[in-house]
Structures are given as C-alpha cells and as structure tokens.
C-alpha cells in the first residue's frame, strides 16, 4: 500500500482539481509522514540510508540557485517555490527509505492497481468526448488529457521487463501494457508518443546488445511489442472514423476499406498532431533563449522567461532547463541537468556489468522512463507539483537502489 498511494497520487494529476491543491499536497504529506515513520533506518544504518551522491547534489544546487535568484530580485514567488523544492527532496527522502526495503515484485502489484485505476476512471467518466476532451485529445476525471499520458509513457517499459523476466505472468503485463498505448494515444500528446519510441528503443537496443539481435527476434514473447504497436494503431485509425459521421452513400468492403482506414487514421495523427507543427513552442523557445541570456547569471525569477502567444495569453517557456536557467540562473540549469545525469548513470552502470541479471531489465525500464520524463521537460515548462515530480522520484529510486529479488 506505501507503495500504490504514491503512484496512484502521480497518475491521477488531476485530483489537485477535486480536492484542491492544498488537500493534494497535504496527502502527499501524510504519505511522507507516514513511511517516514515506518520505514525509517534502523539504528547504525542512518549513514547508508541517504539517496545518492548525484541526485541529493541536484536538488541542492537547484534549490540554492532559486533561493539567489529570488533573494537577488527581491521576488516572494521564487522563494516560494524553493520552499517546494525543499518539500519535494524531504518527500524523496521519505521515498527512498521505502524503495530501500521494496521488492520489484511489489512494485509491479502495486503498478497494477494504478493502471486498473486509471482504466476504470476513464470508463466511468461520463461524456468524455464532450467534457473533456480537446479535438483528438481525451482524458477523466482523474488524468486529464496532458496528464494521462504520463501513466501510459512512463509505465509502459517496465510492464515490457516485467513481460520478459516473468514469462508467467506474460497475459497480465500485456494487457497493462496494451493499456499504456491505450493511454498515450488517447491522451494524444505528441511528447508522449515521442517519449514511448525513444524508451522502446532504447530498451530493444539494450536487449539486444545483452542477447543478440537474432535471439531477440526469434523469441516469440516479442510478440508484446507488436501488440503495443498494433493497440496505437487501432485507436489512430479509430479516432479518424469515430470522431465524425460516416458518409452514408459510400460502400467501400473488403480489403479496399481495411486500406482506407489505416491511410485514413495515420493521415489524421500526423495532420492533427504532427504535421501542424506548433508555432507557439517555436515562439517560446526563439524568446526564451533570448530572455535567459538577459537575465544571466543568476536569473531573473520564477516564470519570468515567458512571453505573449497568440490570442494575448502570457505563457512560461515549454522547455524547463531554459526556464531554469532563464529564471534560476547558472545553478538552475546545472541543478536540472544533474536529474539528466542521475537518469543515465544506472543504464551506463548496467551496461558495465560482465554478469547478466534479471534485475537488470527493471533497472533499464525504471532509468529509462526517469530518462524519458526528464526529455519530456524539453518540450514542457518547469514545474514544482508532485504530480510531475513524483514520476521523476520513483524512477530515480528504484533506479539507484540495491537490487532486490525479482
């Protein structure tokens, strides 16, 4: 359970809406609390049981580049935010206590029943084309489009390891993992869509430099990553010709229609999502280098780096490591690179290894999804929710801890 409500907390984002965001962060509190009690070291281990080196340096250098940055602009709202910044790394601490004692079998019941949540969510959510849905876009009542995506991107890897290492439980996995595509295609994010093809790749590259590439491919269980690809594109093509009435004096069967349908849902998710191209992110990023620049080498505050798009809204850079070093300075960026460097330490760590282990494959996923949110701050703007952070922490920490029994 100390491990579902944290994972259920991250994937229903949209609860902050439901009970405010003070009674969200006050259930992140309680959770803190509550496992700091209960999974606190035990006597004469205190010096082993602080995170790594590399994230704790992250978090301070970050959290002392905002406290400059607002002492310096003599602005509240930075100071502010760094106070949540020293919430979040308390919450870590918390975090990385219960990892420390975790097993990657409980991880994976635990990601389960998140999963199984957000599904029930979504089919019970009345009227989602109408409420809460944006063209292409869907979402519930718990993940709203741009929120639900997370759930699928960023869980998806480690369904696939936990697909290889336990063959027996091959048909629960697919199904979790056929919903993440569900999740991710529906929420319709394009930096979700981009974030699953990088993770899947780079964990098929990593299987097969570990098994060999013709062992891969003969392996029928890789029969899951065809499943994935097939779910996406059933629901791109559903969405072309469910979204709109179908002509009533066409009668096109067979094979013909079949044709039609893929070129039809392709077409539409690449016209629709891809192939608009988005002109505000452009403007953002063209003024935000623009803007950091300026405000070097300290920064000019939180949510400064932004400017005016179109329709007269005032909108922060989508890219967090500019916005950090626009509105944090230096140190800000170099804080938000660290959480880049902690992602990929585990992954170079694992590929050093002589002896091949099962709790390698988890290690992969978790680092990768730690690594694909961190790519996903590319195209987003800097945060300090625990419904964004709260992904980062997970990975991270199972990442870096010690290898647990499978």
Not at 1 to 28: E, H, K, N, Q
Not at 219 to 237: D, E, N, Q, T
Request: aromatic share 10%; glycine share 10%.
């Amino acid at each position: 359970m100390l491990l579902v409500v944290p994972l259920a907390l991250m994937a229903a984002g949209s609860l902050r809406d439901l009970i405010t965001p003070l009674g969200y962060w006050a259930a992140w509190l309680l959770w803190a609390a509550v496992t700091a009690v209960l999974m606190r070291p035990q006597a004469g281990s205190w010096a082993k049981s602080w995170p790594p080196l590399i994230i704790s340096v992250s978090y301070g250098v970050l959290l002392l580049g905002m406290v400059i940055a607002g002492v310096v602009n003599y602005d509240g709202a930075t100071i502010y935010q760094a106070l949540k910044i020293i919430v979040i790394a308390g919450i870590f601490v918390a975090m990385w206590w219960m990892v420390l004692r975790a097993q990657w079998r409980q991880l994976m019941t635990a990601l389960y029943w998140v999963v199984g949540l957000m599904a029930v969510s979504l089919a019970l959510t009345v009227d989602v084309n109408r409420v809460l849905a944006i063209g292409s876009r869907h979402g519930s009542s718990l993940a709203a489009y741009g929120v639900l995506w997370k759930v699928g991107a960023l869980f998806l890897p480690l369904f696939v390891s936990d697909f290889i290492v336990r063959p027996k439980a091959r048909k629960i996995n697919a199904l979790m993992a056929t919903l993440c595509a569900c999740f991710v295609m529906l929420d319709g994010s394009r930096t979700a869509q981009l974030v699953v093809l990088a993770t899947l790749t780079g964990l098929l590259v990593f299987l097969g430099w570990g098994h060999g590439w013709w062992s891969l491919f003969k392996k029928s269980r890789w029969w899951l990553l065809l499943l994935i690809a097939a779910a996406m594109l059933i629901l791109s093509i559903g969405e072309n010709q469910f979204s709109k009435e179908r002509p009533t004096n066409q009668a096109v069967t067979g094979a013909a229609s079949l044709i039609n349908k893929i070129e039809g849902g392709f077409t539409k998710t690449f016209r629709t999502r891809f192939g608009k191209g988005d002109p505000a992110r452009i403007k953002l990023l063209r003024v935000g280098v623009q803007q950091s620049i300026a405000c070097l080498p300290v920064g000019c505050g939180f949510g400064k780096t932004a400017t005016e798009v179109k329709g007269g809204t005032i909108m922060p850079v989508h890219n967090a490591y500019l916005a950090a070093l626009g509105d944090f300075g230096v140190l800000g960026l170099l804080g938000m690179l660290g959480f880049v460097l902690a992602a990929c330490l585990p992954i170079r760590r694992v590929m050093r290894r002589a002896v091949d282990s099962k709790q390698d494959y988890y290690v992969v996923a978790v680092a990768g999804s730690a690594l694909g949110y961190v790519m996903a701050l590319m195209l987003n703007t800097f945060t300090t929710e625990m419904s964004e952070w709260g992904y980062l922490m997970v990975m991270l920490a199972f990442a870096w801890a010690p290898a647990k029994a499978a």
